[in-house]
């Protein structure tokens, strides 16, 4: 990818008065202008014309142009202290070019040069992701190590909310285990810079949206992980946060416009997390904005996205990163915290700009009618009125609830299949991003109190369910950990040091071996397997201990076309076997005869007597035949 040059500046200072006793006028006090900054620090020849965000001093007074071919300066706006500055570009018909900003008074001028580039990739190249893959979420301080540089002053392994040291370099170093595990698409926690927030690893602070956090790498470094999982087929997915900031950012001492902000650090509302009030259409305006305008904590300032401004910000930022790093997706955090007209302009411009990109917003709720209501598709008639948000998928917190209390708290099985009846409300459920742990969620195995089983269970069901599956690293080997800090623990073996080495075959306790086997196992199943891909689900049988599903490219059954395989799942939960008896007639196994067990736990085998189908699964145990 070629390298997107930022901006350089000078200053081009007029003559002071020099006379004996000249008079000092008002303008003779004016600031010199001078730019320090640019967001966005560069961008693209026939990608949609910017708005320049311009910081330094003595901007208020200064008359703004663009030096360029057929670019042209549309209107500018400054703050009331002169150190903000927006400028709106006409680059429609623009080539690739560098540009020459001037700002000038009568104190001097400013120059700045700022590169209008040629774009490195078709816009069809970013490719989004599909229920065809499996993404795995990576806290980078984390996951592992790369580089052989000291460690920056103040990381400490031993502090649970400190820095301990992950990069890039090193998610880049381990892409072949990923590969091999079964993974198609890398999903990192945010990598924007969080720079003067302490214990801010996480990345959700942000105090400056267009660098890289320096604990992490360089701009460098993330266009080489991209270019690097490119090169294996596969996909990277980039965590945004345009509801908050951190308090660290300059945004918070000086705004760069009125309103920038939901409030100040000395006066400002708390977060609601009432989401049903987001739903209601009969809310009174003071409700739903409790939630999308509320501060998510004292460290992390609301973005008032009803600013025009700070909407244009962000949306320019999400494109920015995606063309930079060829970015195939954005996980979108803390996304019903934002206002549905936001999003609406948001994901226009983003699939506008590139067609293939998808989206996935986090909706912490185990509630379907609450997630299903984020979900883009369909305009729905809430507390702000009819408003299609264009998110391509919200994550299956409801699936991922419901299997944690079915395999780890000893509720029903009949509860995953309560959710799973609700699919009606999603506009396209086959694109929901499914899971059984993140970084903001206890380690599965550890509320499972260690069960292996049940961990097993879990990864089975959730790469045999309809929607695409996402890991959390680490519990392909079966970490452990409670609440935040203790469900973030560094991978071992991505760090020197290490006492063993979770990466590698030899390196793994038998533990660690038994669980990686089984979930690159059902990896590779699923994979191999287009129908647990894009294939229709029937749920056949459930109790509170079993549950019973068919996975296959249409409803017809065998009748119509024998030689088209049906996969059909059978999970037991209990600590004795269980005689399960199917329907056939009128389900997608109707007229099937031949059932061949195709997991590695397969179960006696089914007998098949006046249609009806009779199984026998053995304890805490998953069973896929094979149906013709």
Same mark, same amino acid.
């Given at each position: 990818m070629k390298t997107l040059a930022g901006f350089l500046c000078t200053l081009l200072l007029a003559a002071l008065p020099n006379l004996a006793g000249a008079s000092t006028t008002r303008q003779d006090l004016i600031v010199k202008p001078r730019i320090d900054k640019i967001d966005p620090p560069g961008w693209w020849a026939k990608f949609p014309s910017p708005m320049l965000l311009v910081h330094g001093a003595g901007l208020r007074e200064a008359r703004f142009s663009i030096t360029g071919s057929k670019v042209r300066l549309e209107r500018s706006q400054t703050s009331e202290n002169g150190h903000w500055a927006f400028l709106w570009l006409d680059t429609k018909s623009a080539a690739a070019q560098t540009l020459t900003i001037t700002a000038a008074n009568n104190s001097g001028e400013a120059h700045c040069s700022y590169v209008l580039a040629a774009r490195s990739h078709d816009p069809h190249a970013h490719a989004g992701f599909s229920a065809k893959d499996v993404m795995y979420l990576i806290m980078p301080d984390r996951f592992a190590r790369g580089s052989s540089a000291p460690y920056p002053p103040g990381d400490d392994r031993a502090a649970p909310r400190g820095w301990h040291g992950g990069d890039l370099a090193g998610i880049q170093q381990h892409l072949d285990?990923?590969?091999?595990?079964?993974?198609?698409?890398?999903?990192?926690?945010?990598?924007? #810079?969080n720079a003067g927030m302490s214990d801010s690893?996480?990345?959700?602070? #942000?105090? *400056?949206?267009?660098?890289?956090? =320096? @604990?992490?790498?360089?701009?460098? *470094?993330?266009?080489?992980?991209?270019?690097?999982? @490119?090169?294996?087929? !596969?996909k990277l997915v980039i965590d945004l946060v345009p509801n908050h900031i951190g308090l660290k950012h300059p945004w918070i001492a000086d705004p760069p416009a009125p309103n920038w902000l939901h409030g100040t650090v000395q006066h400002h509302r708390a977060l609601a997390y009432e989401f049903y009030d987001l739903l $209601?259409?009969?809310? =009174?305006?003071?409700?739903?904005?409790?939630?999308? *305008?509320?501060?998510?904590? #004292? +460290? !992390? %300032? +609301?973005? &008032?996205?009803?600013? =025009?401004? /700070? #909407?244009?910000?962000?949306?320019? &930022?999400?494109?920015?990163? /995606?063309?930079?790093?060829?970015?195939d997706g954005i996980r979108l955090d803390t996304f019903p915290y934002v206002s549905r007209a936001f999003w609406h302009d948001f994901h226009a411009a983003l699939h506008k700009a590139f067609p293939h990109l998808t989206t996935v917003g986090e909706v912490y709720h185990r509630d379907p009618e609450v997630t299903s209501f984020f979900a883009g598709g369909m305009a729905r008639a809430g507390a702000e009125g009819d408003i299609d948000t264009g998110l391509d998928t919200p994550f299956d917190y409801p699936l991922c609830f419901a299997l944690r209390d079915v395999l780890t708290q000893g509720k029903p099985m009949t509860d995953v299949t309560s959710?799973?009846?609700? *699919?009606?409300?999603? =506009?396209?459920?086959?694109?929901?991003v499914t899971f059984i742990g993140n970084h903001d969620l206890p380690r599965f195995r550890t509320q499972a109190r260690s069960s292996v089983p049940m961990l097993k269970l879990g990864v089975g069901l959730l790469t045999t369910l309809r929607g695409m599956p996402e890991?959390?690293?680490?519990?392909?080997i079966g970490m452990t950990g409670g609440p935040d800090p203790d469900n973030?623990? $560094?991978?071992?073996?991505?760090? %020197?040091g290490d006492s063993h080495n979770a990466l590698t075959p030899a390196g793994r306790t038998p533990v660690e071996s038994e669980i990686f086997r089984w979930t690159s196992g059902m990896l590779a199943f699923r994979a191999a397997h287009p129908e647990l891909q894009t294939g229709i689900e029937q749920n056949l049988y459930s109790d509170p201990d079993a549950f019973a599903f068919v996975r296959a490219m249409d409803t017809a059954g065998c009748i119509a076309d024998r030689h088209t395989e049906r996969l059909l799942i059978v999970v037991n939960k209990a600590s004795q076997s269980k005689s399960l008896e199917l329907p056939v007639e009128d389900t997608a196994l109707a007229g099937c005869v031949q059932f061949d067990p195709a997991s590695a736990s397969p179960g006696a085998k089914p007998q098949l007597s006046n249609g009806k189908l009779r199984i026998e699964e053995s304890a805490e145990s998953m069973t896929v035949f094979s149906v013709k």
């Amino acid at each position: 990818m070629k390298t997107l040059a930022g901006f350089l500046c000078t200053l081009l200072l007029a003559a002071l008065p020099n006379l004996a006793g000249a008079s000092t006028t008002r303008q003779d006090l004016i600031v010199k202008p001078r730019i320090d900054k640019i967001d966005p620090p560069g961008w693209w020849a026939k990608f949609p014309s910017p708005m320049l965000l311009v910081h330094g001093a003595g901007l208020r007074e200064a008359r703004f142009s663009i030096t360029g071919s057929k670019v042209r300066l549309e209107r500018s706006q400054t703050s009331e202290n002169g150190h903000w500055a927006f400028l709106w570009l006409d680059t429609k018909s623009a080539a690739a070019q560098t540009l020459t900003i001037t700002a000038a008074n009568n104190s001097g001028e400013a120059h700045c040069s700022y590169v209008l580039a040629a774009r490195s990739h078709d816009p069809h190249a970013h490719a989004g992701f599909s229920a065809k893959d499996v993404m795995y979420l990576i806290m980078p301080d984390r996951f592992a190590r790369g580089s052989s540089a000291p460690y920056p002053p103040g990381d400490d392994r031993a502090a649970p909310r400190g820095w301990h040291g992950g990069d890039l370099a090193g998610i880049q170093q381990h892409l072949d285990y990923l590969k091999q595990l079964g993974v198609t698409t890398i999903w990192t926690t945010p990598v924007a #810079s969080n720079a003067g927030m302490s214990d801010s690893y996480h990345g959700y602070a #942000s105090t *400056d949206l267009y660098a890289i956090d =320096p @604990h992490l790498g360089t701009l460098a *470094d993330y266009r080489r992980l991209s270019d690097a999982l @490119h090169a294996r087929s !596969m996909k990277l997915v980039i965590d945004l946060v345009p509801n908050h900031i951190g308090l660290k950012h300059p945004w918070i001492a000086d705004p760069p416009a009125p309103n920038w902000l939901h409030g100040t650090v000395q006066h400002h509302r708390a977060l609601a997390y009432e989401f049903y009030d987001l739903l $209601d259409p009969h809310a =009174p305006p003071a409700a739903w904005r409790a939630n999308t *305008d509320g501060w998510f904590s #004292s +460290d !992390m %300032p +609301d973005l &008032n996205q009803e600013n =025009p401004l /700070v #909407s244009r910000y962000l949306i320019q &930022n999400a494109l920015w990163w /995606v063309e930079t790093a060829n970015l195939d997706g954005i996980r979108l955090d803390t996304f019903p915290y934002v206002s549905r007209a936001f999003w609406h302009d948001f994901h226009a411009a983003l699939h506008k700009a590139f067609p293939h990109l998808t989206t996935v917003g986090e909706v912490y709720h185990r509630d379907p009618e609450v997630t299903s209501f984020f979900a883009g598709g369909m305009a729905r008639a809430g507390a702000e009125g009819d408003i299609d948000t264009g998110l391509d998928t919200p994550f299956d917190y409801p699936l991922c609830f419901a299997l944690r209390d079915v395999l780890t708290q000893g509720k029903p099985m009949t509860d995953v299949t309560s959710i799973l009846r609700q *699919d009606a409300l999603y =506009p396209h459920p086959e694109r929901l991003v499914t899971f059984i742990g993140n970084h903001d969620l206890p380690r599965f195995r550890t509320q499972a109190r260690s069960s292996v089983p049940m961990l097993k269970l879990g990864v089975g069901l959730l790469t045999t369910l309809r929607g695409m599956p996402e890991l959390y690293a680490g519990d392909e080997i079966g970490m452990t950990g409670g609440p935040d800090p203790d469900n973030r623990h $560094d991978f071992p073996g991505g760090f %020197p040091g290490d006492s063993h080495n979770a990466l590698t075959p030899a390196g793994r306790t038998p533990v660690e071996s038994e669980i990686f086997r089984w979930t690159s196992g059902m990896l590779a199943f699923r994979a191999a397997h287009p129908e647990l891909q894009t294939g229709i689900e029937q749920n056949l049988y459930s109790d509170p201990d079993a549950f019973a599903f068919v996975r296959a490219m249409d409803t017809a059954g065998c009748i119509a076309d024998r030689h088209t395989e049906r996969l059909l799942i059978v999970v037991n939960k209990a600590s004795q076997s269980k005689s399960l008896e199917l329907p056939v007639e009128d389900t997608a196994l109707a007229g099937c005869v031949q059932f061949d067990p195709a997991s590695a736990s397969p179960g006696a085998k089914p007998q098949l007597s006046n249609g009806k189908l009779r199984i026998e699964e053995s304890a805490e145990s998953m069973t896929v035949f094979s149906v013709k």
